[in-house]
């Protein structure tokens, strides 16, 4: 066997590598040992052309310590590698820093209109049982605010809603009830009085006031109607206590007082204990410990006959919330002024 | 109405209700749930409580203490006592004729009276008179007699009336001076109350002062009438009046409560000299009574079934509902209907007003019973949710867009004042005329209905600034109305969601100030934040599946130079640009305002579904050319000309660079076109023959040439 190739001498050669390997203290110098050792030139592979001259018998013992060699010199170097890598990335990150208590930059989110929660969240609460919404006109006539609604010129009734005139003799909508007309009307000449009837709607509704705290010329309403055969009162109150329930919090009690709308028979005012003194009475629900949340009632006969439906045989319910109110309670605004004022310092903490 | 308890306490046994704990008694709670709701309490030395009761417009019948005692009565099963009155009133007629020569006044009665020299108010009586002594007694009297009945009356001084009482109509306006000293005009068609020679009375509404009594009174006609409701109102409004008497007949009185109210006030006039020492008394001379047609007997029927059912109470027992039925004034005969029961009833003459079909019977046992004794029950779900409408689709996808740019959904008002119109109408003749305006606001700021969001928005942009937000972005969905240039058809029709006459749905946003909150970055320049904003435009246009470009545009409320349309494909769905200066002066804003809005119902029109694009994993080729555009060219056009070239394999094309030279008389625009394809790698040379074929398309059909 060539003396090149003894185990002695490959065990100096390994010796060597270590002292060289050692010796080194910059990391280009890693890639010229590679060089000096796994390389074309490199001493093991110059120790790997002397394999032929060894003895087929011995081939194996020789060629698997050298092997062993080369494994060992590739890790240590790749080792080495690592080592000088971890110190550089380590002085880096020493001396790099970032300041992230500075501001955020970039446009912050917006939010939708606290009017618009409380409407997106009556909708989802609506849809299982059927609930479709549904738009109408702001800009209405006579017929489908009031006389279609067996709410005749000059009934005292009137005066529940002040109302404005257009120049074009039409009237702005003092309720949603409104759409309630047109839909059933829709669903009489143009839909063959197909039942059930289940619609909800929502939007602007205009009273000529003057306007101060407590006291806008437009707010928002929310309305259900639902017309089918078998409907009944209780029917109508179960729903409103599952609402209400649901939009208030289950502890809440709800109760129902008399109430009279032209456009319902019965009609009834639902109410919620009031938040403030918890039912005990305070000057904001002037002593009676309830506050009203809205109106509703069964659908006034006259109504369903009107657009031809047999209220004899069909009956129906509607409900209407002032979700410009509710939104207010929910915010804790103070008045009904500040929802519209669409003060963007109040808004942007309602995100 | 006020209600004192210690009035109503004479005629019905009423639960507890102390000084100290009125507000939260049981008696305001009973109140409360019959329909009569408290909405103030006050306690007076004199009066003891008073309830201020909100009274419900169809029940006339309330605004008496008779008529709250029978609710309560329905409730607690007590009787309502029954005051003392003369057993009758007299048996010869009044000393003047009466003549009715209008149906609007079915019943009209007329109570002749001598008064002593003096008649004190009774003590029983004075204690719940307002301001006892001020009128003469007799007028104090049938104040007293109205608040326990209902029933509004007028004294007339005998010796100021002129022969005969007659109940007629005007045929034209004509003047009056009244009671309370002022000087009214009786529109045409009102039914007023004369003697031979003038008006004494308007029907229901007020008397004159030329036959008013007095304190030297010796004898008066007492009226006491039933008229109808509407025409009541209609002259009250217009003579912008509202008095106890009209309240009372607006709402409907008993028409066969006549009789016993002038009995009553026969026993507390002629019963004064028994109750105080050394007084006279007065005495009835004379009594007519007219009217057109009989008290109607109304009747209605329901079944015991029904009105369990409706309250889902089945076991509500048929002597509970006679009952309340009989205290409230009904008579009631039950007979048998299989295993139901029928319930044939004639409604009392004072419910005549408002009581017609079975719903009225349920709602009165439901009152009587207490709403908040049924049983709520919930109906059944639907499994099927509804489809949603198109401005909830069109807001649940823009919405989110637009909030995470950081604007802020507002609410404006619907209408704007007659100076705002002018502003507008100073930049656009002819622009007034398309407002709508409003007949009777109360409100100036309330004239007319908004044809733009451009004021408000401007407005309450230049507030946010003086409340301290530094980027200010708001954005609303609305309507906009506009008066149409010819008559449109209010009668019915097939309509579409988005469908309406006189207003249509649309998307406004707008921006001021700096775009990013935060205070140490610099601020836009005016061209960065237009890029902003045209990228909110596209991040709207984009939540809706779609790609837009832009168009010329004549705005007038923006600025002529600084405005484009926004276009999908060929169509203009709306427009952005900057406010008219002219607009931010009158709205005392001093910034620049970036306003757009967006046709609801066009975008809801090309609205896409989103879908996942193909996309391919083979390299882009890209080249920049740089073209000579005209300064007053849109650099967007000539983008179009490139999308519209129809280049083979071109995946996109964007504008990467704009600058000018000060010495040049062109701007330099460079475009990067981008080509791509999925089904093989492209080579070099194919897209350098296609960049020429475009430079060449260029140069010769649009003139535009290559630096």
Not at chain 1, 234 to 242: K, R
Request: proline share 5%; net charge negative.
């Amino acid at each position: 066997m060539s003396s090149d190739l003894s185990q002695v001498h490959i065990n100096e050669l390994s010796g060597r590598f270590d002292r060289q390997l050692s010796e080194i203290q910059r990391p280009e110098d890693v890639d010229l040992l590679r060089r000096d050792w796994l390389g074309k030139e490199g001493a093991i592979k110059e120790l790997f052309k002397k394999l032929r001259d060894v003895p087929v018998e011995e081939k194996p013992t020789v060629a698997a310590a050298l092997n062993q060699l080369k494994e060992r010199v590739e890790s240590e170097l790749e080792t080495k590698d690592e080592g000088f890598k971890s110190k550089t990335l380590l002085k880096q990150l020493e001396e790099q820093s970032l300041d992230l208590s500075l501001p955020e930059a970039g446009a912050p989110l917006g939010a939708v209109h606290p009017v618009t929660i409380v409407e997106e969240r009556i909708t989802t609460l609506l849809r299982p049982f059927g609930f479709q919404n549904v738009n109408g006109p702001e800009v209405e006539t006579d017929y489908y605010c009031f006389d279609s609604l067996n709410i005749p010129k000059h009934h005292p009734a009137r005066d529940m809603q002040d109302t404005f005139y257009t120049e074009t003799g039409h009237v702005l909508r003092t309720h949603t009830t409104s759409v309630q007309a047109r839909i059933l009307q829709q669903r009489s000449l143009f839909e063959n009085k197909k039942l059930p009837i289940k619609v909800s709607s929502l939007g602007r509704v205009y009273r000529n006031e003057t306007e101060d705290a407590s006291h806008t010329s437009m707010f928002h309403q929310y309305e259900l109607v639902w017309v089918d055969e078998g409907l009944t009162l209780s029917h109508l109150l179960g729903l409103i206590t599952h609402i209400l329930k649901d939009l208030y919090g289950k502890r809440r009690k709800v109760r129902f007082v008399p109430k009279f709308y032209p456009y319902t028979e019965p009609s009834i005012g639902p109410q919620i204990d009031c938040s403030v003194c918890k039912g005990e009475g305070c000057p904001s629900c002037g002593n009676a410990g309830w506050v009203t949340v809205g109106g509703a009632g069964m659908i006034h006969r006259n109504v369903l006959s009107e657009f031809g439906f047999d209220p004899d045989k069909v009956s129906g319910f509607a409900f209407g919330l002032g979700t410009s109110r509710l939104a207010g309670q929910m915010y804790n605004f103070p008045h009904l002024k500040s929802v519209y004022d669409n003060d963007l310092r109040v808004l942007k903490e309602i995100v | 109405m006020k209600l004192q308890v210690r009035l109503l306490e004479k005629f019905i046994e009423l639960p507890e209700c102390s000084v100290e704990t009125a507000a939260r008694s049981p008696l305001r709670h009973l109140l409360d749930d019959i329909g009569l709701e408290v909405k103030n309490t006050e306690v007076f030395p004199d009066k003891g409580i008073v309830f201020t009761i909100e009274t419900l417009a169809n029940r006339g019948d309330h605004l008496s203490v008779q008529g709250v005692a029978r609710e309560i009565s329905a409730r607690t099963l007590t009787h309502v006592k029954v005051p003392t009155m003369a057993a009758k009133l007299s048996e010869r007629k009044a000393g003047i004729p009466v003549r009715r020569v209008t149906d609007k006044c079915p019943r009209y009665a007329l109570l002749e009276m001598s008064l002593p020299h003096e008649m004190p108010l009774r003590n029983d009586v004075a204690a719940y008179v307002d301001e006892p002594g001020k009128h003469p007694a007799i007028v104090d009297l049938l104040n007293y007699v109205q608040k326990e009945s209902g029933q509004p009356m007028h004294a007339f001084d005998a010796e100021r009336l002129d022969g005969e009482v007659m109940i007629d109509l005007t045929t034209k306006p004509e003047q009056i001076e009244a009671l309370d000293g002022k000087t009214y005009t009786v529109p045409e068609a009102s039914v007023v109350i004369r003697d031979r020679k003038k008006i004494v009375a308007v029907a229901g509404v007020i008397g004159c002062a030329n036959s008013m009594v007095t304190s030297t009174t010796k004898k008066v006609f007492i009226e006491a009438a039933v008229f109808d409701p509407t025409s009541v109102r209609v002259t009250a409004r217009a003579m912008g009046l509202s008095t106890d008497a009209s309240h009372a007949f607006e709402r409907g009185v008993d028409p066969e409560g006549i009789p016993a109210a002038l009995k009553r006030l026969v026993f507390l006039a002629e019963g004064s000299a028994g109750t105080i020492h050394g007084a006279e008394s007065a005495h009835a001379l004379g009594y007519t009574y007219s009217e057109s047609v009989p008290a109607e007997k109304r009747k209605v029927s329901t079944t015991l079934n029904h009105i369990r059912k409706e309250l889902n109470m089945p076991r509500l027992e048929e002597v509970e509902i006679v009952t309340r039925l009989k205290h409230l004034g009904y008579s009631v005969d039950a007979v048998a209907l299989g295993k139901d029961k029928q319930f044939n009833l004639v409604v009392p003459s004072w419910r005549l007003w408002d009581v017609r079909n079975p719903e009225d019977v349920v709602e009165d046992v439901a009152r009587s019973v207490s709403l908040n004794r049924m049983r709520p029950e919930l109906p059944p779900l639907d499994y099927e949710a509804p489809p949603r409408n198109p401005m909830e689709i069109l807001s649940a996808r823009i919405c989110p867009a637009l909030v995470g740019n950081g604007f802020f959904e507002v609410i404006t008002n619907g209408f704007y004042s007659a100076a705002d119109v002018s502003v507008l109408e100073g930049l656009h003749r002819g622009t007034s005329a398309r407002h709508m305006a409003l007949k009777n606001s109360l409100d100036a700021s309330n004239s007319h209905m908004k044809i733009t969001d451009v004021l408000h928005f401007t407005k309450l942009l230049g507030l946010s600034r003086k409340r301290g937000v530094r980027a200010p972005k708001v954005f609303e969905f609305c309507r906009l109305f506009e008066k149409p240039s010819e008559p449109v058809s209010d009668e019915p029709r097939e309509r579409d969601p988005l469908d309406y006459n006189y207003e249509r749905d649309v998307l406004c946003f707008a921006s001021a100030g700096r775009w990013s909150d935060v205070e140490w970055r610099k601020g836009e320049s005016l061209e960065e934040h237009a890029r902003l904003f045209k990228g909110v435009v596209a991040a709207i246009i984009k939540s809706i599946g779609g790609a837009f470009s832009v168009g010329k545009s004549e705005e007038r409320f923006l600025h002529p130079g600084m405005q484009a349309s926004i276009k999908i494909g060929r169509n203009v769905v709306g427009f952005f640009g900057v406010v008219h200066p002219t607009i931010r002066e009158a709205c005392d804003m001093k910034e620049e305002v970036f306003y757009g809005e967006l046709d609801a119902k066009l975008l809801f029109k090309f609205m896409n579904k989103v879908e996942a694009p193909a996309v391919s994993d083979l390299p882009p080729i890209s080249r920049d050319v740089t073209l000579k555009i005209d300064p007053k060219e849109q650099a967007g056009r000539v983008l179009r000309i490139v999308h519209e070239s129809n280049l083979e394999s071109l995946a996109e094309a964007s504008v990467i660079d704009d600058f000018r030279k000060q010495e040049e008389a062109f701007r330099r625009v460079t475009y990067r076109v981008t080509f791509q394809r999925s089904d093989r790698t492209l080579k070099h040379e194919e897209v350098d023959a296609s960049v020429t074929m475009l430079l060449d398309t260029l140069k010769t059909k649009h003139g535009i040439e290559m630096i």
